[in-house]
């Protein structure tokens, strides 16, 4: 493999998002050369400096599970109070005799407490490490009530009732103040509402080897820079090489096309064109001078080879839609796919085949696939595979599914984005990556994040339309992360 091929491949390798299954596996591939009980000093010794790091000294109680997670807990007890802390350990049920997990807790040599709520309210800080991400099973009753009246919670991998593969909630989940993980986050870490209830995050190493999650095909990410790189634009770069976005534009709501157009300009299209028909006077009279309305037949616009890239949906009604979706995906068009297009193929997914990227919000998921359900990137991933599209299923924790498989999960953004029109300039700045030459999966990650960024940046309670004055910012962040990381 060339260097710069290797560098790459170490770049994305440290966004990989395992779930609980796959670190299993990545477990069993690291014991073959680090045992188990060397991974599992390195882990409570990890907790156990991030308590020190982040809490003052105090009395410390440790929930352990009969468990890998509750072996973690005994190491961290242990090594707390080698620091002199005052802990203590209340134990859901032994280890299973023989194991790592029983041997960690053989070394524990401190005050052992009944598993209670009492107990667990007359400590200053409870150390969660009773299941870990990997709990398959809601949490039962009595495991909760102890949870519950815990004052601080500091969590080993992921808060005892988060799922770690989705961030859904098993029953009941506490809220902790801190989680402590290893090797890599997992997708719960990331996803709501699991990303809350884990407070401050924390990854430590504890020499899992690269190789190890070599050997496991992980097909889920972190979206940020490095996953991907968006096009440098260079001394012979012009408007065309930069790409053309054209937008089909609706009768009765202008301000959606106009506002992707807007994105799309500030993302670095080379040429934006909305497509209006007989509602070209409208939107001429408020177009900025650097847009092209054009008036013309759409058959006779699609003559034109240049303008590959689409975006249809945004401000249109579904017989606007139902009109052109088509004719521009029987001309083998890119078409990203938005709004109106949701609404003409509410309960009929295959309408939307032929796009090449769709952008639903979780209403519009629903009215076209059905309730994502508790795992939504299993729900991301059927929707690509049905559609053949890249789905970008928008929300706080967007998540972008490509129809082979691969999953981005996007955490940069702000609440912030939660307002009307913000979908469509992501349409636009997703259309000029897509029009300048990246790949669909890639321009859609690139794109959110972008979109993410520049909202982050835009101050508080900003309006729609001051987001894509921040977009040329965010994409320049974005060009420099990715070359700190690939030098």
Known sequence: MPTDERKQAAVRARLLLPDPTE?????????????????????????????????????????????????????AARRLAEQGWPVAVACLAPPHAGGDAAHAAAQWGG?????????????????DAIFGAGLSRDVEPDVARVLAAAPRIVAIDTPTGVDGATGAVRGYAPQAEMTVTFCRLKPGHLLLPGRTLCGRTVLADIAIPETALDSVPIRTWRNEPGLWRTPVCTVDSYKYSRGVVSI??????????????????????????????????????????????????????????????????????????ATTFSVLTDAGREVIADAGAFAMAAGQPDRLRGAAIITPHIGEFTRVFG?????????????????????????????????????????????????????????????????????RWEAACAGV??????????GEWPVVEAFDAHVGAARARAEAQAEKLFG
């Open 23 to 75: 670190m299993g596996h990545v477990d069993a591939a690291a014991a073959r050369s680090v045992p188990v009980a060397v991974l599992m000093e390195n882990a409570g010794r990890a907790v156990a400096r991030a308590i020190r790091q982040h809490v003052r000294p105090c009395r410390v109680l440790v929930l352990c599970g009969p468990g890998n997670n509750g072996g973690d807990g005994y190491v």
């Open 111 to 127: 005050p052992v407490v009944a598993f209670t709520p009492e107990n667990a309210a007359r400590f200053d800080l409870v150390v």
């Open 248 to 321: 089909c534009g609706g009768r009765d709501m202008p301000g959606a096309a106009r506002l992707s157009a807007a994105g799309a300009r500030a993302a670095g299209a080379g040429l934006v064109r909305l497509a209006v028909g007989d509602s070209a006077p409208v939107y001429r009279m408020t177009a900025p001078p650097g847009l092209i309305v054009d008036s013309g037949p759409l058959a006779e616009l699609l003559e034109d080879s240049r303008r590959h890239v689409w975006v249809c949906g945004p401000g249109l009604s579904v017989d606007e839609v």
């Open 371 to 439: 309730r994502p359900g508790a795992d939504r990137i299993a729900a991301a991933r059927q929707a690509a595979d049905l559609t053949g599209a890249v789905t970008v299923l928008k929300g706080p924790d967007t998540i972008i599914a490509a129809p082979d498989g691969r999953v981005a999960i996007n955490a940069h953004a702000t609440p912030m984005l939660g307002t009307a029109g913000s979908g469509d300039t992501l349409t636009g700045i997703i259309a000029a990556l897509l029009a300048a030459g990246m790949p």
């Open 449 to 458: 994040w972008i979109h993410g960024d520049a909202a982050l940046h835009a």
